[in-house]
Nanobody, 121 residues
Framework: QVQLVESGGGLVQAGDSLRLSCAASGSIVEMFAMGWYRQAPGKQRELVAT???????EYADSVKGRFTISRDNAKNTVYLQMNSLKPEDTGVYYC???????????????WGKGTLVTVSS
């Protein structure tokens, strides 16, 4: 099993920056793609950014040029640097990862519990 724990959320003003972190722990054999999703009040969860094990990122159009995803494979941690935040970026941000884990390695997809980001206008 793999546990994902997010941190770094908070209340900021429009135009400010935040950096989210997500640390993976457990009986990890190998981490594959990691990513960030968000869910605004009353809306469905949506993809924000993903990054492959090799470090290739992809972004939702709404955050391109403002957000940067990165990872530290030695620490099994993924980051999301969010700049020029807008009120529409408000939501709960969830970490997601694919990983082999366990004494008999099994591929699984895991979610964190989320961290709240609130951007005031």
């Amino acid at each position: 099993q793999v546990q994902l724990v997010e941190s770094g959320g908070g209340l900021v003003q429009a135009g400010d920056s935040l950096r989210l972190s997500c640390a993976a722990s457990g009986s990890i054999v190998e981490m594959f793609a990691m990513g960030w999703y968000r869910q605004a009040p009353g809306k469905q969860r949506e993809l924000v950014a993903t990054i492959t094990e090799g470090g290739n990122p992809e972004y939702a159009d709404s955050v391109k040029g403002r957000f940067t995803i990165s990872r530290d494979n030695a620490k099994n941690t993924v980051y999301l640097q969010m700049n020029s935040l807008k009120p529409e970026d408000t939501g709960v941000y969830y970490c997601n990862a694919d990983a082999y884990s366990g004494s008999v390695p099994t591929l699984g997809n895991y979610w964190g519990k989320g961290t709240l980001v609130t951007v005031s206008s």
